[in-house]
């Protein structure tokens, strides 16, 4: 998204406050963010990232999406276009990578050849953002980095309790805070309006969550295959206590209700019943899960 109202555009349509991409001085050089329906559930999980080099040139910002969504995301940016000086356009020349904590201390502080280079602004256990040129090699960018695969990614990410794309984030169904947007500095509770905003400043004014997504273990094999998204979690004593989103393996990801978090819980397959655990990830804030 690139022309001189390309923050004040994508502002109306965030939760973050996307003016701090085009703001003078220490600017970041990415942001997590919700795009959001009216009724305030989730349309799309995004990172954006600063390309201008200074508050003084055009504004250039790189949103990055779940691939599946890249031409809905496309048309829901132009419906709200209208008359904005904005450019949106997809960029097949450029390549993403994550990479995942090792020896930090190991890590350029700046990588040369990388168009853009910066900390994961989701949570510090997610690591860095690598956006180059298709082609390049991270392994010549980062020396003594190793290349896994988008395996490795996901599995790191369900064990830290990450959600990310339309699978952890169903469109039209996930709530924004239920899904830690919050501890993820995915928004702003002091910009003003955007799609979405009533419901989600209701809910954090409130200040009761009683569900949020949470990593799970399941055991391994698992009986009958992968466990069906939307899959019912219930306690030992038959209690609902939430719905199973997306795994690989024997990881995943659930909407669990926080008061059964500490219990036995399982799910009923064809092939017989799952237990699976649940954990509060390390990285949340203190005292979070209450």
């Given at each position: ?155 790191h990410r369900y064990t830290q309790g990450i ?128």
């Amino acid at each position: 998204v690139r022309g001189a109202e390309a923050a004040a555009f994508l502002q109306g349509l965030l939760t973050n406050d996307v003016t701090q991409l085009v703001a003078a001085g220490d600017a970041p050089a990415a942001l997590y963010a919700h795009a959001l329906n009216a009724q305030g559930r989730c349309l799309y999980d995004v990172i954006l990232y600063r390309l201008h080099e200074s508050s003084a040139e055009e504004p250039h910002i790189l949103l990055e999406c779940d691939s599946s969504v890249l031409d809905s995301i496309q048309k829901h940016l132009r419906l709200y276009k209208i008359r904005r000086k904005v450019t949106i356009t997809p960029c097949p020349e450029l390549s993403l990578w994550a990479v995942i904590p090792g020896d930090a201390s190991a890590l350029p502080k700046r990588a040369e050849q990388a168009l853009l280079f910066t900390p994961d602004p989701r949570a510090e256990v997610m690591g860095w953002r690598l956006i180059a040129k298709k082609g390049a090699s991270p392994s010549e960018i980062i020396p003594g980095s190793q290349i896994g695969d988008v395996q490795d990614y996901h599995r790191h990410r369900y064990t830290q309790g990450i959600p990310e794309g339309v699978q952890d984030l169903p469109p039209g169904v996930a709530l924004p805070l239920e899904s830690n947007l919050a501890f993820m500095n995915g928004i702003s509770f002091t910009k003003g309006c955007y799609i979405g905003q009533e419901l989600t400043a209701r809910t954090h004014h409130m200040g009761v969550i009683r569900k949020r997504l949470l990593p799970v273990r399941l055991p391994e094999p698992l009986p009958g295959g992968s466990i069906p998204a939307g899959a019912d979690i219930v306690t030992a004593a038959g209690k609902r206590a939430g719905r199973f989103r997306a795994g690989l393996g024997e990881l995943g990801i659930a909407l669990l209700r926080l008061a059964h978090l500490n219990e036995p819980l399982c799910i009923a397959l064809a092939a017989g019943s799952v237990s699976l655990s649940a954990c509060t990830p390390r990285w949340w804030p203190q005292g979070a899960a209450k």
